[in-house]
Nanobody, 122 residues
Framework: QVQLVESGGGLVQAGGSLRLSCAAF??????MGWFRQAPGKEREFVAA????????NYADSVKGRFTISRDNAKNTLYLQMNRLNPEDTAVYYC?????????????????WGQGTQVTVSS
């Protein structure tokens, strides 16, 4: 049974940092990504990484502030978020895909975590 378990969300002041983790159980994947959904908005792509080789892809809104990484031995995905601002407030989801590249297309992701809330206060 495939399971993705996120952790690391919380409340932080603007300018602060958080690190999200996503442990994957049941199998390994070609690529994994982070998405987020703010209240009243559609789920949007944040970042993705290819498991082998580590090539990455970022949304323009987070480039230079967020870093996606993975630990192959632990089968765990991370998202280091720096210089957070209130517009980053959302539920963050990790997701896994059999696509061979770190795709930003959420419809290519087959497995999803339960989500973790990130709230940035001004």
């Amino acid at each position: 049974q495939v399971q993705l378990v996120e952790s690391g969300g919380g409340l932080v002041q603007a300018g602060g940092s958080l690190r999200l983790s996503c442990a994957a159980f049941g199998r390994t994947f070609n690529a994994m990504g982070w998405f987020r959904q703010a209240p009243g908005k559609e789920r949007e792509f944040v970042a993705a990484i290819r498991w082998i080789g580590g090539s990455t892809n970022y949304a323009d809104s987070v480039k230079g502030r967020f870093t996606i990484s993975r630990d192959n031995a632990k089968n765990t995905l991370y998202l280091q978020m720096n210089r957070l601002n209130p517009e980053d407030t959302a539920v963050y989801y990790c997701a896994a895909t059999r696509a061979t590249m770190p795709t930003p297309n959420l419809y290519e992701y087959e497995y999803w975590g339960q989500g973790t809330q990130v709230t940035v206060s001004s």
